[in-house]
Structures are given as structure tokens and as C-alpha cells.
């Protein structure tokens, strides 16, 4: 059985540029949330997709946003990036229940 | 104060010792993971609990909802249990509320 993937691994880009990064979840997974985690904040929730539709968001600012495709995978996206976007983003997968809550490896972002 | 708190930050112990990590809670909640993240970010889930207690090989968690308290134990602690150990309570749909982390460092 797959695991939650999330593309790419690494990825380095410059101040003011946009970026999306993907998440496929295990499937029969619904529901597909997103975390950020930097060394000064640690890991703080993003927002949260089941069947398509974003059910809880973090305070984040409006730069940060996703979406749920009917398949499931889901995709986050960051505008105007800024130095301090920085960081791990991981996202997880569930049927909806959280004992089934699995994580992805990440993707390291890196803003220059 | 941080809705989820963790004791000890930083851990160091001796290969065969008993570790135990704390997680304290301010708000009631209906369930708990405690997650292990190796160097290199990848985080995999140990444990959820609601109530009570699990056994997975060498790790323990167990929970009190009404102390609002888990702890993880690992026995017969090894150099590959390094790594850190995070609590994250569940709020709401599907929403995880992480404490600090402990890092654990296992010297052979």
C-alpha cells in the first residue's frame, strides 16, 4: 500500500515567487491536511480538505492557500514568497478518523 | 502558555535506560498522537490514544483525559530511538495542535 507522497522533495526559490507543492494521499484517504514547520515555530496547521472541500484553516495569511482535487490529491500554494516561508511542509492523510493519520515526507522548502 | 506541553525539551540518556516523555494539555480534548520525526523531517505516527493505554514493541503511551496528561515511555532504550518525540492533541476536523518536541538523544 502507497504512502501519503508529496512533490517535490526539495525545492529552492526566490523572494516574491509563487510555489505549489502536491500531495497525494493513501488511497481511500478523504482527507488531506497541511502543516508548516520551522525551527522558531515548529509545526503549526495550515488548513485541512475533505471531499474537495477546506473544512479548517490556521492563521496563516492569505499567501497560503489550497485546493482538493475529486481524486483526492491535493495541492498548496504560496505566493509572494517571502524568507521566512522557509521550511518543512508536510502534509497527512486520513479516511476521516484520526487513527489512520499518516504523513508524508515533506517538502523542503527553501526561499533565497 | 502553549495549548500543549511537553517535558523534557532535550533528553539524553544511555543505551538499556527507561525513558519517559510528558505531555500536558489545556484544554480537553478527544484524542492524542505522539509522532517520531528522524533527522531529515520524515514524521511517522506511534500512537492515537483516547483513553488508557497502547503497547507497540518497546514504546508505551498512555493517556488520562481527565488529568488531561499522557506519557510516552520507551524500555530498553537504543541509539536508533534518537530522534524527536512530539505530542499533537486532535481539535476539531482533523486538525492537529503539536506541543514543542522532545529531543531525545540515546548514547551507545
Known amino acids: 500500500k502507497a504512502g501519503v507522497t508529496q512533490t517535490p522533495r526539495y525545492l529552492i526559490k526566490t523572494r516574491g515567487q509563487q510555489v505549489t507543492l502536491s500531495c497525494s494521499p493513501i488511497?481511500?484517504?478523504?482527507?488531506v491536511s497541511w502543516y508548516q514547520q520551522t525551527p522558531g515555530q515548529g509545526l503549526q496547521f495550515l488548513f485541512e480538505y475533505f471531499s474537495e472541500t477546506q473544512r479548517n484553516k490556521g492563521n496563516f495569511p492569505g499567501r497560503f492557500s489550497g485546493r482538493q482535487f475529486s481524486n483526492s490529491r491535493s495541492e498548496m500554494n504560496v505566493s509572494t514568497l517571502e524568507l521566512g516561508d522557509s521550511a518543512l511542509y508536510l502534509c497527512?492523510?486520513?479516511?476521516?478518523?484520526?487513527?489512520?493519520?499518516?504523513f508524508g515526507s515533506g517538502t523542503r522548502l527553501t526561499v533565497v | 502558555k502553549n495549548e500543549v506541553e511537553q517535558s523534557p525539551q532535550n533528553l539524553t540518556a544511555q543505551e538499556g535506560e527507561f525513558i519517559t516523555i510528558n505531555c500536558s494539555y489545556s484544554?480537553?480534548?478527544?484524542?492524542l498522537h505522539w509522532l517520531q520525526q528522524h533527522p531529515g523531517g520524515g514524521i511517522v505516527s506511534l500512537f492515537m490514544?483516547?483513553?488508557g493505554k497502547k503497547k507497540h514493541g518497546r514504546l508505551i503511551a498512555t493517556i488520562n483525559i481527565q488529568e488531561k496528561h499522557s506519557s510516552l515511555h520507551i524500555t530498553a532504550s537504543h541509539p536508533r530511538d534518537s530522534a524527536v518525540y512530539i505530542c499533537a492533541k486532535i481539535q476539531g476536523a482533523q486538525k492537529l495542535v503539536f506541543g514543542q518536541g522532545t529531543r531525545l538523544t540515546i548514547n551507545p
Open positions: 484544554v480537553g480534548i478527544s484524542a
Open positions: 488511497s481511500g484517504h478523504r482527507s
Open positions: 497527512a492523510s486520513s479516511t476521516g478518523t484520526a487513527d489512520d493519520y499518516t
Open positions: 490514544l483516547s483513553s
